[in-house]
């Protein structure tokens, strides 16, 4: 319900220009639901269904493998594919010179130079490449490390390493409980706007209060979980 409202006003808004994908995935990366907007770009589909499946996959406390945690305390913590990116990035806080990577960075990865980024030696091999960015460009299609499952592995394509998502939740009253459902996943235009559509797609469907991952910190880092433009309307 949600989604239709949003795209009922994102189509009937005067003057808009965005054309999105929305993806909405189960918790098992079922996708449920999906629409391209008239005029919205052909490969924003595989980025909104990986991006709503990322979602469902790395927020959902008893799925979620152990190898993809920097921290214990983000275990059924919500976050968002803008956290992806923060702890992919090679600086960790991004932009601090000389800063240690982010846990997921390839730069984690043995032989690799982690201040040039340049082969120490030789070529590795793709096995040894175990962090969570060089794993998932050397096994593109996964989710994560999500262990394999013969129905599970092949709802998979992939990780999406930048904003446009939001995992979501049932309330007390249609649950009997607060719990994760699945995951919604928008691509079409620049990650901020994506990012402002997801959050509003996701209304009525967000995490508990207090769940979300920008309520902890890594090495003393804030994490991030959905960033807004200034005047998203605008």
Same mark, same amino acid.
């Given at each position: 319900?949600?989604?239709? &409202?949003?795209?009922? *006003?994102? =189509? ?8 999105? /994908? ?10 449920? *639901?999906?629409?391209?907007? %008239? ?10 269904? *990986?991006?709503?499946? +990322? ?5 959902? &406390?008893?799925? /979620? ?47 690799? =130079?982690?201040?040039?980024?340049? +082969? ?7 096995? =040894?490449?175990?962090? /969570? ?32 998502? *939001? ?31 997801? &959050? ?6 967000? %995490? %508990? ?21 200034? +005047?998203?309307?605008?």
């Amino acid at each position: 319900v949600a989604c239709e &409202a949003l795209l009922v *006003a994102t =189509d009937s808004w005067f003057g808009a220009r965005t054309r999105m /994908v929305f993806a909405v995935a189960d918790h098992d990366g079922e996708i449920l *639901a999906l629409y391209r907007m %008239p005029d919205a770009t052909y490969f924003s589909i595989a980025v909104a269904v *990986a991006k709503a499946r +990322n979602m469902a996959y790395y927020n959902s &406390a008893a799925e /979620v493998n152990p190898v993809d945690l920097c921290d214990t305390n983000q275990l059924g913590k919500a976050h968002t594919n803008r956290t992806f990116r923060f702890l992919a990035d090679p600086r960790f806080p991004d932009g601090i010179d000389f800063a240690d990577a982010g846990c997921f960075s390839i730069l984690n990865d043995p032989g690799i =130079d982690p201040i040039t980024a340049e +082969n120490i030696a030789g070529p590795s091999l793709f096995s =040894d490449f175990q962090s /969570v960015l060089g794993f998932t460009r050397f096994n593109p299609e996964r989710n994560f490390h999500r262990p394999f499952n013969a129905v599970t592995s092949l709802n998979e394509n992939g990780v999406v390493f930048f904003p446009g998502a *939001a995992p979501l939740y049932k309330s007390a009253a249609l649950n009997g409980g607060l719990g994760l459902i699945g995951g919604l996943g928008v691509s079409g235009d620049g990650v901020d706007q994506d990012d402002v559509v997801a &959050a509003a797609g996701a209304l009525g469907f967000e %995490p %508990p209060t207090g769940l979300t991952v920008d309520h902890i910190k890594i090495d003393g880092v804030p994490l991030p979980y959905q960033k807004f433009l200034r +005047n998203p309307l605008g």
